[in-house]
């Protein structure tokens, strides 16, 4: 006997990551706005430069102005977790990100996004999306220092000592 909630989920899951892959898919072409399909019309996004851009119009082109600093990108995506209650989700995917400069020099960034998604018609759409990284090789300039944000949630090395009692 099949568990119809159980499938449900699963075909959802696999929708939003699906979603995914679609937009690093159009972010490396330089398709921002085949990128931006995957928005809600109120879409609220953080993408490491300091400010919060609304609407898949403004995302567009905020993505449009990063890119364009590079003559390469390729996104890999991993560990990919949707929790899903009805029609919201909370999904996270893990980023690594190769960056080619014009001048041959190379920066790599290591995060991942948090996304809230909401059901729209039948299909899935990011309605929040935060770009949550981690830390990048090199450091660059241009990325402030409190814009990694980190993994939340993390322990702090105490707080994991003191669980572990060492």
């Not at 019309?41 to 890119?67: N, Q």
């Not at 209650?85 to 190769?98: E, L, Q, S, V």
């Not at 929040?128 to 830390?135: H, M, N, V």
């Amino acid at each position: 006997m099949v568990d119809e909630a159980k499938l449900q989920e699963l075909i959802d899951a696999r929708e939003i990551e699906g979603l995914m892959i679609h937009y690093f898919d159009r972010v490396d072409a330089l398709d921002t706005l085949g990128a931006v399909e995957i928005f809600t019309d109120d879409i609220e996004g953080d993408f490491m430069t300091g400010k919060v851009y609304h609407g898949p119009a403004a995302i567009a082109r905020a993505l449009g102005r990063i890119l364009l600093q590079y003559r390469h990108t390729s996104h890999h995506i991993s560990n990919h977790r949707s929790i899903i209650t009805g029609d919201t989700a909370t999904a996270f995917t893990y980023i690594y990100a190769f960056h080619r400069f014009p001048d041959d020099s190379t920066w790599h960034l290591y995060s991942r996004h948090e996304d809230e998604l909401r059901r729209v018609d039948g299909q899935w759409k990011v309605s929040k999306r935060t770009l949550a990284s981690l830390d990048s090789v090199p450091r660059w300039e241009k990325v402030s220092d409190d814009w990694y944000y980190g993994h939340r949630g993390r322990l702090t090395h105490d707080e994991a000592r003191e669980k572990l009692g060492l």
